[in-house]
């Protein structure tokens, strides 16, 4: 009894207590020696192959997440074909003491899908999973179990080409991978009329902690299955599939865009913007993306271009809206022209959509906020105003309102609900020549404490498929991941009940954190 208090003071008090190395290099060789027994030698690369680099920086995009990355790698990466590979590496990881970190489309913003920020910490190994990405369609029952490492863009292609007048809310970048962007909510330009990725999960199959597999959300559990529709990847499983619900769309829709600078009246657009664009119709949202003073306003509404028109000219007349701004076509190739543009006139929308090979980005840095009260006139003036020297810095505005408000905070993991009228992704951009290129963003540092009095507060909210390790990382006391340190930013991507009650369900399935990186849920003891 003793003990557990003075970890719990150390604990409470912030204290730092490292944990002991998970695996020694005896324990690496036992585990790569299990997986030859179960795992084809060709699906395990090690650091001493020729292929292994290559595969690790493939899916990332992020080049500030490359060297960190490469610089301290994973003990191999294994690709698995089918879910008895991911059940035997789960179990030779748990028999000889090596963690693993998953990871589906590569987006991770700070990379804790195939990175550890510790260097010369415990050894992991990564479970790629871009090798599971079908999706099978099943029209009459307008549902599709999908595979984790699929992208949305091949969920988005083969839900359209095998039942037309189906889509499914997701993100807007067709690169982003299926078991990230579901496991942490997944925002996008349907969720005003449709809800969130995970809000639309009907069913799931995954590898729990001990290597077993689960086929079904009935094996799972309530609490389990709750856990994973939002509670962020890498916390409790492995899952391999979902069965998602596919929703309808029109033969045509109309994407709007409309671009104001500051002297053509962008302040008082965005200005107003706030408080319109949650209460209107729930088929139509208007996002903002705001650069280099200007703002660039862009709208998905699932009818023609007509009725949007009329819609706009008349509940927003400051953006002055034409034909001329529309473009009708089909929700398939919406998913691709909203990410490529007109290269969709060029190639095939295969070509886009289901082309995994991307290349390396600048480097980045993303951070999050929900504003619920709106901001003045003349804060939006300074905002535009921002300096960002000679970098790029750009804030995304999506809105919320719509179904979003009529769905209970506790519905999933994701709690940013009724009281929200959008969500703000910060994000800098920068070449890498300035000292090194992985240095601390300045713009975006200055410009989100400014915006501290103006959004959500008590926590202050954040969204988890944002990930963001300036708001804190877990401390481990004798082994365990500290709950009261992790509250700290688990709590603004999740709020209060939901993270209490993910740590709970973390204590149940896993409370040993086979699953544990920077930002895992921790186990809470059950009482």
């Known amino acids: 009894m003793a003990s557990i208090a003075l970890v719990l003071a150390f604990c409470f008090l912030g204290f730092f207590v490292p944990a002991p190395s998970v695996a020694s290099p005896s324990n690496n060789n036992d585990f790569l020696r299990c997986l030859s027994t179960s795992i084809p030698s060709q699906l395990v690369l090690t650091p001493s192959s020729p292929s292994f680099t290559p595969l690790l920086v493939s899916s990332i995009r992020n080049a500030r997440l490359v060297a960190p990355a490469t610089a301290s790698p994973p003990l191999c990466i ?23 970190r998953v990871r589906s489309g590569g987006h991770d913003n700070e990379g804790l899908s195939y990175r550890s920020t510790t260097p010369n910490g415990e050894a992991f190994a990564v479970i790629d999973l871009a090798k599971l990405h079908a999706v099978h369609v099943i029209p009459h029952e307008a549902t599709a179990w999908v595979e984790t490492g699929a992208t949305t863009g091949e969920l988005y292609y083969r839900v359209a080409t095998a039942a037309p007048g189906l889509g499914f809310p997701a993100s807007v970048c067709p690169t982003v991978g299926v078991g990230g962007i579901i496991s942490g909510g997944g925002i996008g330009l349907m969720m005003r009329k449709y809800g969130l990725s995970a809000d639309n999960v009907l069913d799931a199959s995954m590898v729990d902690a001990g290597g077993n597999l689960l086929a079904n959300k009935k094996a799972m559990g309530d609490d389990l299955f709750w856990a994973i529709r939002g509670g962020g990847g890498g916390n409790f499983g492995i899952v391999l599939a979902w069965k998602l619900r596919l929703v309808p769309v029109p033969p045509k829709v109309t994407f709007l865009k409309v671009a104001k600078t500051m002297d053509q009246g962008a302040v008082d657009a965005v200005t107003k913007w706030q408080t319109l664009a949650p209460v209107l119709p729930d088929d139509l949202s ?30 927003f007349p400051e953006l002055g809206v034409t034909s001329a701004d529309c473009k009708e076509m089909s929700w398939l190739q919406y998913t691709a022209y909203i990410y490529f543009g007109d290269a969709i006139n060029n190639k095939p929308l295969e070509a886009l959509l289901l082309n995994r090979s991307t290349t390396l980005g600048p480097f980045v840095k993303n951070k999050s906020d929900y504003v619920k009260k709106a901001l003045t006139k003349e804060t939006w003036k300074k905002i535009f105003l921002w300096p960002n020297g000679a970098r790029s810095g750009q804030l995304i505005l999506e809105p919320h309102g719509g179904i979003m408000g009529r769905i209970s905070t506790a519905k999933n ?77 688990g709590e603004r991507y999740f709020g209060a009940a939901n993270f209490r009650r993910l740590a709970k369900i973390k204590g149940k399935v896993d409370a040993t954190e086979y699953f544990r990186n920077e930002q895992s849920v921790p186990p809470l003891p059950l009482k």
């Open 413 to 489: 993991p994701f709690p940013h609900r009724s009281s929200v009228l959008y969500n703000i992704q910060y994000v800098e951009l920068w070449n890498g020549k300035e000292a090194g290129g992985n240095i601390t963003p300045n713009w975006i540092g200055s410009l989100y404490d400014f915006m501290t009095p103006y959004v959500s507060k008590n926590p202050r909210g954040a969204y988890v498929n944002y990930r963001d390790l300036d708001m804190g990382v877990n401390k481990v006391v004798d082994g365990v991941t500290c709950y009261e340190t992790a509250k700290v930013w």
């Open 286 to 315: 208007v996002r903002v993306v705001i650069q280099k003073s200007q703002a660039n306003f862009q709208s998905l509404y699932l009818g023609n271009c007509s009725t949007v028109v009329a819609t706009m000219r008349s509940r």
């Open 78 to 100: 294994v690709t698995p074909t089918n879910a008895s590979h991911v059940q035997a590496i789960v179990r030779c990881g748990r028999r000889h003491s090596v963690r693993v």
